[in-house]
């Protein structure tokens, strides 16, 4: 059983930055792919951003693509979202998880995913 946690999110003023972080344990996350995903107030979580088991795929939303990156250091099992130029609309609970799945490309959709986070959340004022 793999246990995700999230950290890094907080309060940023527009056009700031930050990095989550999402450490694992419990399991191995080398085999597999990561996905960020976030839900704010009175939305359906949505797909933020993933990474396949050895970080040769990546894959956006067009909402954070140019401004986010994700990647993965398989040495500590973490996997980081580096977020810059925040803007208010990215307001969410951010939440990480893991993908059990063996793939070439990394995986978009909520219901590819096993495990997943408590979240962390990201305020931006405007």
């Known amino acids: 059983q793999v246990q995700l946690e999230e950290s890094g999110g907080g309060l940023v003023q527009a056009g700031g930055s930050l990095r989550l972080s999402c450490a694992a344990s419990g399991g191995t996350l080398n085999v597999g792919g990561m996905g960020w995903f976030r839900q704010a107030p009175g939305k359906e979580r949505e797909f933020v951003a993933c990474?396949?088991?050895?970080?040769?795929?990546?894959s956006y939303a067009e909402s954070v693509k140019g401004r986010f990156t994700i990647s993965r250091d398989h040495g500590t099992y973490t996997v980081y979202l580096q977020m810059n130029t925040l803007e208010a609309e990215d307001t969410a609970v951010y939440y990480c998880?893991?993908?059990?799945?063996?793939?070439?490309?990394?995986?978009?959709?909520?219901?590819?995913?096993?495990?997943w986070g408590q979240g962390t959340q990201v305020t931006v004022s405007s």
């Open positions: 990474i396949n088991w050895n970080g040769a795929s990546t």
């Open positions: 998880a893991n993908a059990r799945l063996y793939a070439d490309e990394c995986f978009r959709a909520i219901g590819e995913y096993d495990y």
